[in-house]
């Protein structure tokens, strides 16, 4: 780091561990200066893993700016990370606004439509995550996830017929999450031998975490995998 550099002293604060100080000086610079320190600003924070602070800065560098269009994929990404930590801790009113915030800037960021989805479906809101998730698939037509994630909400609103083309998309490109919701489906749909079919498949394909996600997926009372167990053709499918 060349000492004379614009962003020098925020860094020797970071790396000194003085973050309140670090933020500081960044929010002094980031009020009137380039694209490029600021950008140089923005990898710092992001470097050293400080999600909270970074999008504060962009936060702040936007209201005293507005949005510059060469900033706006930095400032997606940085108001994204900070709603994926809210998201892991169930603060989906704190995640979506954050969420909208980074749709705005970014109307066509793929990781901010996923988590849109996804809170919205942690919100029961399922047309609304049906909205996002197509929005995302129409950037990325043969993304795994997002079909496993577009099955999750069909299922979970009472559809689990039209989940089970969704996740078996999934599974076969390789998601073991998605072969356990597919699993669901079928037996909630009671076509039990394509049920055994992909359990066989997923214990194949991840031997250990296949038994561990199906030994536990048994220990609900209440899981669509219960009836399997009194089910003939399923004997000794579990041992």
């Not at 060349?2 to 933020?23: E, K, M, Q, S, Y």
């Not at 108001?79 to 066509?108: C, K, Q, S, Y």
């Amino acid at each position: 780091m060349d000492f004379d550099a614009p962003i020098a002293g925020v860094v020797r604060a970071l790396d000194a561990g003085h973050v309140p100080h670090a933020r500081q000086l960044a929010r002094e610079l980031a009020a009137d200066c380039s694209t490029a320190i600021m950008l140089e600003l923005s990898a710092a924070f992001e470097e050293r893993l400080l999600t909270a602070p970074l999008a504060d800065l962009w936060q702040y560098r936007e209201r005293k700016r507005g949005l510059v269009q060469q900033e706006a994929p930095a400032f997606a990404d940085a108001i994204n990370a900070l709603a994926v930590e809210h998201m892991r801790e169930a603060r989906f009113d704190l995640a979506r606004p954050l969420l909208f915030a980074a749709r705005e800037a970014v109307p066509t960021n793929k990781p901010v439509l996923q988590n849109l989805a996804s809170c919205a479906l942690e919100l029961g809101e399922f047309q609304g995550a049906l909205d996002f998730v197509g929005e995302a698939l129409m950037k990325d037509a043969g993304d795994a996830a997002l079909h496993e994630l577009r099955g999750r909400v069909l299922y979970q609103s009472g559809d689990a017929e039209l989940s089970v083309e969704e996740f078996t998309l999934a599974f076969d490109a390789g998601r073991a999450s998605a072969g356990l919701w597919l699993i669901r489906a079928l037996c909630l749909d009671a076509r039990i031998d394509e049920a055994i079919e992909d359990i066989e498949k997923l214990r194949t394909d991840h031997p250990e975490r296949g038994k561990a996600m199906l030994d536990l997926e048994l220990q609900d009372p209440g899981s669509p995998l219960q009836i399997l167990l009194h089910d003939e053709r399923a004997r000794g499918l579990f041992e």
